[in-house]
């Protein structure tokens, strides 16, 4: 059965770092997602990508972040300058429609800690 | 906005039946999807409701009324690999696309 990958499955940066988190949704799939949930919190919407381009953004997601997809399979979370507070998951998700009835699947995640 | 309001936590013997409770206040309303989530693990998708009444899924089965802003979520026969977090979430339009607003999620311990 096809998957989201994510890697790495954990990232230790100390603050003032740049990061970068790797998604490879699955390959027929159009519709892309970040997501974070803060330890013992919910999951958190970020930011959502649909033909090369950002949909939707929560406000969370500042200027400290941007996506990419950099080529045909990988997406890309970037976060420019880490600060403690972006200690997280950081789960990617896709879709294969626009539809709201289809499924949103989940990578395994990416844990990242900021020292 | 969203709001969605579930139990933070229960607990059920091994074999009974549980339900967990979710109500949610949206602007405007496209269905409800119920996701589990076992510790340090991603969401996985168990079911979506957008009219009114009970899904049947093997042991699982989700229920919605929308006039009174609430689901539920029914597991049969809990096995111990139950014991996870279950997830109420609505989406939302954005551009083009339906981002998921996460209630904080139900820690199911299921004991034998």
């Known amino acids: 059965e096809p998957e989201v990958t994510q890697t790495p499955s954990h990232q230790v940066t100390q603050m003032g770092q740049e990061v970068i988190l790797r998604c490879v949704p699955i390959?027929?799939?159009?519709?892309f997602y970040w997501y974070r949930q803060i330890l013992g919190q919910k999951v958190e919407f970020l930011v959502s990508?649909?033909?090369?381009?950002?949909?939707?953004k929560s406000e969370i997601f500042d200027d400290q972040f941007s996506v990419e997809r950099p080529d045909g399979s990988n997406f890309t979370l970037k976060i420019r300058s880490t600060k403690l507070e972006d200690s997280a998951m950081y789960f990617c998700?896709?879709?294969?429609?626009?539809?709201?009835?289809?499924?949103?699947?989940f990578g395994p995640g990416t844990r990242l800690t900021v020292t | 906005g969203q709001n969605i309001d579930q139990p933070t936590e229960m607990t059920a013997t091994e074999g009974a039946i549980v339900q967990i409770n979710c109500t949610y206040q949206?602007?405007?309303?496209?269905?409800l999807f119920w996701y589990q989530q076992h510790a340090g693990e991603a969401p996985t998708f168990l079911s979506y409701?957008?009219?009114?009444g009970l899904e049947e899924k093997g042991r699982f089965s989700s229920f919605l009324s929308r006039s009174k802003g609430y689901s539920y979520l029914l597991l049969k026969e809990l096995q111990m690999k139950d014991s996870a977090s279950y997830l109420c979430?609505?989406?939302?339009?954005?551009?083009?696309?339906?981002?998921?607003?996460f209630g904080k999620g139900t820690k199911l311990s299921v004991i034998p």
């Open positions: 998700a896709s879709s294969e429609g626009t539809a709201v009835s289809y499924e949103q699947y």
């Open positions: 390959s027929n799939h159009l519709y």
């Open positions: 990508f649909y033909n090369n381009e950002i949909s939707e």
């Open positions: 949206t602007s405007g309303f496209n269905g």
């Open positions: 409701n957008v009219l009114d």
């Open positions: 979430a609505a989406p939302y339009s954005g551009a083009g696309s339906y981002q998921l607003t």
